[in-house]
């Protein structure tokens, strides 16, 4: 993000602030990418916003969905969804929450040239007012998942601009942001929900692993929020640190584009892709680069995720077969690739070079910062990358819908396919998912549209690390959301 996207006065931070009041300090791995909610969904800045905004519904931690700017929805027909708003919400600026709210802010999601939920919500045919405190959405088709694509789209005032001015209904609002490494942010004294306990909160954004864990040991920060594996046995033996790991919805993936012909883009070539799945030993890539705290994963939805497919195999590596792929391609040798990684996965890098090396691949390592690599990503600059999805609402659906199906005339499907991979058969079942409100038909859907991409692997699945956080002693963390910290949810041990 631009530097002077926000310029507060930090005056208006430091004159209200008095040795009474705490102040929970965080450190976080990545810098924001914006401050907008609808023109991004990066995991980091996601968990830092969702103190800020705030959604219609939410998940639980066995992601259930559960109420939050609503009290309740219901449908009246199969194709039209009815949400009551929860009366005597506020916003940030003091303006009371309403339907006028709602409507503007899902069809700034839905139609906002930037906006990275356009395809998810592009089946809306109108958003219309019943009264002050309820909306219905219709569809112009049956849309069962619709629900979980409204737990991503954060609620703003009617006619903001959140890049310029960020205000939501959040239990937090936006004080200063230095443009550069601190965030801070003051409690909402007319939040709706249970008061939260800390007055104020900081995120510094500290890329260094070591510097987050040496900065949390010190007492100067209260919460490392990504502590990366090889730290995690060193904080488990200090009785001043409680760390807090669970299961991660997130999948670490190669993504590659798949377009073109074989000499100019090498990974066209369906068995160029295959052959790097089966050069790759998954195990040992999480013994090394996870020190053991992930698991191999055999395609690109977790087993959180509704549509995982539990009866396939594990990817073993086979170097020989590998070797024979590549054989029939009558390519160079060797293969030249170049990888981009952020600067925080260098070492991963180096290890899957390793293993591509032995069947005629010799990949290069071109590092960036995070923010860097998710632009060159997000404008199809990357051709071949390192990431990982995080799945946020618990459906196959979003990664398929979005980002697998191939780009269509309308915003329906594959606005983010940015591998330009077509499958005209996986395209067919990927919709038909899509309005089947059969739960056991939708979930063999699914499965078939994740068997087709192990095969295709438009994206090449590497393995499911768990989330780790270290907080200093004292604090507890009474989780309620199943897939970020939010500051609310952070109290002091009883």
């Avoid at 692993?209 to 949390?216: A, F, G, N, P, Q």
């Avoid at 180096?350 to 010799?362: H, N, R, T, Y």
Wanted: a neutral charge; aromatic letters at 8%; charged letters at 20%.
């Amino acid at each position: 993000m631009k530097k002077n996207i926000l310029a507060f006065s930090l005056l208006a931070f430091f004159s209200c602030s008095s040795p009474q009041q705490q102040t929970l300090r965080i450190a976080i791995s990545e810098g924001l990418i914006s401050f907008d909610p609808h023109t991004q969904d990066e995991l980091v800045t996601m968990e830092v916003l969702g103190n800020v905004y705030e959604t219609l519904v939410s998940f639980d931690v066995d992601m259930q969905f559960v109420p939050m700017l609503c009290t309740g929805y219901s449908n009246v027909t199969d194709r039209a969804w009815r949400f009551y708003i929860r009366p005597g919400v506020k916003f940030h600026n003091g303006k009371s929450l309403s339907a006028a709210d709602v409507i503007y802010s899902l069809g700034r999601a839905r139609n906002h040239r930037a906006s990275v939920f356009k395809s998810m919500l592009a089946g809306i045919d109108s958003i219309q007012k019943v009264d002050s405190l309820t909306v219905e959405i219709s569809t112009a088709k049956p849309r069962p998942n619709l629900i979980n694509t409204l737990a991503m789209i954060s609620i703003i005032p009617a006619q903001s601009d959140p890049a310029k001015q960020p205000v939501g209904t959040g239990p937090y609002s936006v004080a200063v942001f230095n443009g550069r490494d601190i965030l801070y942010l003051d409690k909402f004294k007319s939040y709706w929900g249970e008061e939260p306990f800390f007055n104020k909160a900081e995120f510094h954004i500290i890329p260094e692993d070591s510097l987050r864990v040496e900065k949390l040991l010190s007492g100067k920060m209260d919460i490392d929020a990504n502590v990366m594996e090889n730290y995690r046995t060193r904080l488990s033996g200090d009785d001043k640190i409680n760390l807090v790991t669970k299961p991660g919805a997130t999948i670490t993936i190669l993504g590659l584009n798949t377009s073109g012909k074989f000499n100019d883009n090498p990974l066209s070539d369906i068995r160029l892709r295959q052959a790097i799945s089966l050069a790759l030993n998954r195990r040992e890539m999480v013994a090394k680069a996870c020190h053991g705290h992930a698991v191999p994963a055999n395609q690109i939805a977790t087993q959180a995720i509704f549509g995982y497919d539990p009866d396939l195999p594990e990817i073993e590596q086979n170097i020989e077969k590998a070797r024979l792929l590549i054989r029939h391609l009558k390519a160079p040798d060797p293969i030249e690739l170049t990888i981009m990684v952020s600067t925080a996965a260098w070492f991963e890098g180096q290890i899957l070079a390793e293993f591509l090396a032995p069947i005629g691949v010799k990949l290069t390592v071109d590092t960036l910062s995070w923010t860097e690599l998710y632009n060159s990503i997000e404008s199809g600059q990357a051709k071949f990358y390192l990431m990982g999805f995080a799945y946020s609402f618990g459906d196959a659906s979003e990664l398929l819908n979005d980002m697998v199906h191939s780009k269509s005339g309308t915003q329906d499907f594959g606005i983010r396919n940015l591998a330009g991979y077509i499958n005209p058969k996986l395209d067919q079942i990927i919709e038909q998912a899509d309005r089947e409100f059969d739960p056991a038909r939708r979930k063999q859907l699914l499965q078939e549209a994740i068997r087709i991409t192990t095969n295709d692997l438009p994206f090449i699945p590497l393995y499911i690390r768990d989330s780790s956080y270290g907080l200093r002693q004292g604090l507890a963390w009474q989780q309620k959301t199943a897939s970020v910290m939010l500051v609310k949810e952070i109290h002091p041990q009883k």
